[in-house]
């Protein structure tokens, strides 16, 4: 059975929608991913994939300026990562909301645990916006220009179960009020 030995996450935030992209990497012994692909069978696997993190992420509660907001799984793909046993499962994920001039502040609130491989996390900002705070599990390090945040968490780590960001958005771009 495949088992997860890194995980990475990117949140591209735009005005109205946050795009999330998690790539999880597996140390795959018997081969599965491979075999799935050589065959071209990985299609069932990636729906279930999908169904999967969507059924995840609605025990999640996402809160955005103040309102709730449901992440929409896109897709999954079942990826093969250069070696027959190293293969990765990869999200497309988005995110909507209603951006506010001044400052934006994601929440999201979900169940404790202690992290069982190292992930990092990236949050990167449109040119002109950026992140004013952060409140996140992990070793956080934000960018001289305040765009890119990233969050390295380490096997082991308790993770508290309530992450925010609070950002600003290009002075530019029209929003909402």
Sequence with gaps: MARPIYGNGFFHVTPGTIFYTIVFEY????????????????????????????????????????????????????????????????????????PLSGTNTYENMYEEAVAEYDYTVYWIMPRGGRIKSFDISGEARLSEDGRVLSVRVRSGTKVKGYESVAFELPQHVSVNQ
């Design 27 to 98: 140390s795959d012994e018997e081969e599965e991913y491979y075999s799935l692909i050589s065959r071209g069978s990985e299609g069932e696997e990636e729906e279930r994939l999908r169904a999967e993190m969507q059924r995840i992420l609605d025990d999640e509660r996402i809160v955005i300026n103040s309102s709730y907001s449901r992440a929409l799984v896109l897709s999954a793909k079942a990826e093969v990562r250069g070696l027959r046993r190293l293969s990765s499962a990869t999200f497309f994920i988005e995110i909507p909301y209603r």
